[in-house]
């Protein structure tokens, strides 16, 4: 079993909708959620941090997290085209290092 | 934001010879960088973690050997692959995490370097 399982996709949405994105773990010793966005070729980004348990909203993005069930999500609301790219959430325990998904590709159609 | 960047942007080489990889924190200074290889729609995984001044900790699997990593200053690690084989193509990024940063102290990635090993 992977430490982090995440749909790879893909997934494709018509320019306005709702993406939503989830990942599951199984070390509950992970405290820090992340999730990246990755272009084709590039080197990931950082979109958004949580710790611990909760919701976390910026912008149009909002990520949350439960720890009771091992499972972290990501909403993108009103998506443009611009947010196709591939998302990947990733996880720490105290030792910064980083357990990431396999990504899930997002293609939003204009 | 902090930058990092990685040099080359893309190697072809041949089976045998050894590439070395650049990362560099360009606009701070990074006490710890990270190594992560890529495959085709693949997530990243962690070679090994790179420390200023000592030896890189390597993940289980990731021969010490093959692929060599130096961390000589605050700003710059490279990661050299020795005897390069068709397998070891790749997408290679690198990381470099602020300690000035914060509670969490994130992780900046570097834009990747293609290595294909012909």
């Known amino acids: 079993q992977k430490e982090v399982e995440q749909d790879p996709g893909p997934l494709s949405v018509p320019e306005g909708a709702i993406v939503s994105l989830n990942c599951t773990y199984s070390?509950?010793?992970?405290?820090?959620f992340m999730w990246y966005r990755q272009y084709s070729r590039k080197g990931p980004e950082l979109l958004m941090y949580?710790?611990?348990?909760g919701n976390k909203e910026d912008g149009r993005f909002t990520a949350q997290v439960d720890k009771s069930s091992k499972y972290i999500s990501l909403f993108i609301r009103d998506s443009q085209p611009s947010d196709s790219a591939t998302y990947l959430c990733?996880?720490?325990?105290?030792?910064?290092?980083?357990?990431f998904g396999a990504g899930t590709t997002v293609t939003v159609r204009a | 934001g902090a930058v990092v960047s990685q040099h080359p942007s893309r190697v072809i080489c041949k089976s045998g010879t050894s590439v070395k990889i650049e990362c560099r924190s360009l606009?701070?200074?990074?006490?710890?960088m990270f190594w992560y290889r890529q495959f085709p729609k693949q997530s990243l995984m962690l070679m090994a973690t790179?420390?200023?001044?000592?030896?890189?900790?390597?993940e289980q699997g990731v021969e010490k050997d093959k692929f060599l990593i130096n961390h000589a200053s605050l700003t710059l690690s490279t990661l050299t692959v020795t005897s390069a084989h068709p397998e070891d193509s790749s997408f290679y990024i690198c990381?470099?995490?602020?300690?000035?940063?914060?509670?969490?102290?994130?992780?900046?990635f570097g834009p990747g370097t293609r290595l294909t090993v012909l």
């Open positions: 990381s470099a995490r602020d300690p000035k940063g914060g509670v969490y102290n994130e992780q900046f």
């Open positions: 606009d701070f200074q990074a006490t710890t």
């Open positions: 070390n509950s010793a992970f405290q820090y």
């Open positions: 990733a996880m720490s325990a105290n030792d910064y290092k980083l357990s």
């Open positions: 790179s420390n200023e001044g000592s030896k890189a900790t390597y």
């Open positions: 949580t710790y611990s348990s």
